[in-house]
C-alpha cells in the first residue's frame, strides 16, 4: 500500500522560510516524479513544481520559481520542499504527489494533478503578514 505523508508545515510570517517534508512507502520510491500541489481555500489546485525520478531534473511554477526548491532523497525515500521569502498568497494546504516515470515524457505533462497516481493527505502552511 502506498504512502505518502506530508510534514513541516505551519504558521510563518511573510518573508520567511518553511521546509516541507513528504516520506514516501510501499514504492520504489527512485522509480517515481514527485510532485508538489497546493490548493487555497476556494480555488482549485496548483502546480507548484516536480522533481524527476533521479533528482537530475526540477520545474517550478512561475510563481515560485526561484523562491522554493525541491530535492530529494531516493536512499530515505524523502522528497522536500525549500520555500523562501514566502508570500501570503503562499498559504495553502500543499500536498505531495507521485507518478511512476516512464522511460520518456515531455517535461510539461506533469504540471497537470491529473497525472498522478498518489497523493498524500496534505499540510497546511499559513503566511501571515
Known amino acids: 500500500q502506498v504512502q505518502l505523508v506530508e510534514s513541516g508545515g505551519g504558521l510563518v510570517q511573510a518573508g520567511g522560510s518553511l521546509r516541507l517534508y513528504c516520506a514516501a512507502s510501499?514504492?520504489?520510491?527512485?522509480?517515481?516524479?514527485m510532485g508538489w500541489f497546493r490548493q487555497a481555500p476556494g480555488k482549485e489546485r496548483e502546480f507548484v513544481g516536480y522533481?524527476?525520478?533521479?533528482?537530475?531534473?526540477?520545474y517550478y511554477a512561475y510563481s515560485v520559481k526561484d523562491r522554493f526548491t525541491i530535492s530529494r532523497d531516493n536512499a530515505k525515500n524523502m522528497v522536500s520542499l525549500q520555500m523562501n521569502s514566502l508570500l501570503l498568497e503562499d498559504t495553502a494546504a500543499y500536498y505531495c504527489?507521485?507518478?511512476?516515470?516512464?522511460?520518456?515524457?515531455?517535461?510539461?505533462?506533469?504540471?497537470?494533478?491529473?497525472?498522478?497516481?498518489?497523493w498524500g493527505q496534505g499540510t497546511q502552511v499559513t503566511v501571515s503578514s
Open positions: 510501499g514504492l520504489t520510491f527512485s522509480n517515481y516524479i
Open positions: 504527489a507521485a507518478d511512476m516515470s516512464p522511460a520518456s515524457y515531455s517535461p510539461l505533462v506533469y504540471y497537470a494533478a491529473a497525472v498522478y497516481e498518489y
Open positions: 522533481i524527476s525520478a533521479t533528482g537530475d531534473n526540477t
